[in-house]
């Protein structure tokens, strides 16, 4: 079946330094890879996407891989600040171009990543 | 704000209890999906709404419902509560035009406690 696994479950780093998050997908026809944020008690908010005909988007200190032969996506923040602080899901779509059919969002296990000043 | 409203934001109720989630999709938006947050099982997909029309279903409990109405805001009805069913439901919406796939916005979400 559908399943997103993601590592690791928690990650603490240093001001400054940069944090790695990493996902696998089961599902090969997944075109789709939202990246999203979410503070405690708050709505997961979207930070980065990238779609299966792109191997690498970049923004700002936010960058996303992937690696379709693998099924492994990878988010990149670089220069972490404390505000970064929050859990990081990463989810998996098959997408439809032509219509909003069925873009159900699989969503990996969360990432508790903790920036410390 | 996403532009996705949720009500109510929380919601108190007893087991055996039924309620009603409500959610308004951003302006133009056609598709609906509603989420399911808890602390064991993370954010599962329950089921999605396009145009009015069920189109795709998750891991979605037969004593929970949904539609999706003419003007295109939906409600999910979860009924003979159980303590288990404890959770943030989420709702998000995005536009299923051509072109997709398309991102999904999220509501705020509707904490519901079952006691």
């Known amino acids: 079946g559908e399943n997103v696994e993601q590592h690791p479950s928690t990650l603490s780093v240093q001001e400054g330094d940069s944090a790695v998050i990493k996902c696998t997908y089961s599902?090969?026809?997944?075109?789709?890879f939202p990246w999203y944020k979410q503070e405690l008690g708050k709505r997961p908010q979207l930070i980065i996407d990238?779609?299966?005909?792109?191997g690498e988007k970049k923004d700002q200190r936010i960058a996303v891989t992937l690696n379709k032969t693998a099924k492994h996506f990878s988010l990149h923040i670089t220069e972490t600040q404390p505000e970064d602080s929050a859990v990081y899901f990463c989810a998996a779509s098959r997408g439809r171009v032509g219509g909003g059919a069925t873009n159900k969002l699989i969503f990996g296990t969360g990432t508790l990543l903790a920036v410390q000043p | 704000d996403s532009g996705v409203t949720q009500t109510p934001k929380h919601l108190i109720t007893a087991t055996g209890q039924r309620v009603t989630l409500r959610c308004s999709p951003r302006s133009g938006d056609l598709s609906v999906y509603w989420y399911q947050q808890s602390l064991d099982q993370g954010l599962q997909f329950l089921i999605q709404?396009?145009?009015?029309?069920?189109?795709a279903k998750g891991n979605i409990l037969e004593r929970f419902s949904a539609q999706q109405f003419p003007d295109l805001h939906s409600e999910l009805n979860l009924s003979s509560l159980e303590l288990g069913d404890s959770a943030l439901y989420f709702c998000a919406s995005s536009p299923g035009l051509a072109g997709g796939p398309h991102i999904q916005y999220f509501g705020a979400g509707t904490r519901l406690s079952v006691l």
């Open positions: 990238i779609r299966s005909n792109v």
């Open positions: 599902d090969s026809a997944s075109n789709y």
């Open positions: 709404y396009y145009n009015g029309e069920e189109r």
